[in-house]
Nanobody, 122 residues
Framework: QLQASGGGLVQTGVSLRLSCAASGLTFSTYALAWFRQAPGKEREFVAA????????YYAASVKVRFTISRDNGKNTVYLRMNTLKPEDTAVYYC?????????????????WGQGTQVTVSS
């Protein structure tokens, strides 16, 4: 129901935009988020956005460089990533949460995309 795309192999300093298209759910009633998982590490919170798009939240490590947005008309959430660093290398997952909860807690999300690989070379 969530299909992430847009990952790739890029050099340090460039930008990339991830997309996550939803199907089979009432998109505007879900809060959305991006998480990422680097090799050997736990999946971590990156960014979240509320149902209307007016509220956004970011991990401290990406707050200045990444921007989350959504288009409820297209059932799609985006993650714009600027000034990419090698430490941003990970599989990026989108997630959807129907009910209230912690925006940074993996367990509070109901649906997950399959992940898209982002590799940043130095």
């Amino acid at each position: 129901q969530l299909q992430a795309s847009g990952g790739g192999l890029v050099q340090t300093g460039v930008s990339l935009r991830l997309s996550c298209a939803a199907s089979g759910l009432t998109f505007s009633t879900y809060a959305l988020a991006w998480f990422r998982q680097a090799p050997g590490k736990e999946r971590e919170f990156v960014a979240a956005i509320g149902r209307s798009g007016s509220s956004t939240y970011y991990a401290a490590s990406v707050k200045v460089r990444f921007t989350i947005s959504r288009d409820n008309g297209k059932n799609t959430v985006y993650l714009r990533m600027n000034t990419l660093k090698p430490e941003d290398t990970a599989v990026y997952y989108c997630a959807a949460r129907r009910y209230s909860g912690s925006y940074a807690s993996r367990s509070d999300y109901d649906y997950w995309g399959q992940g898209t690989q982002v590799t940043v070379s130095s």
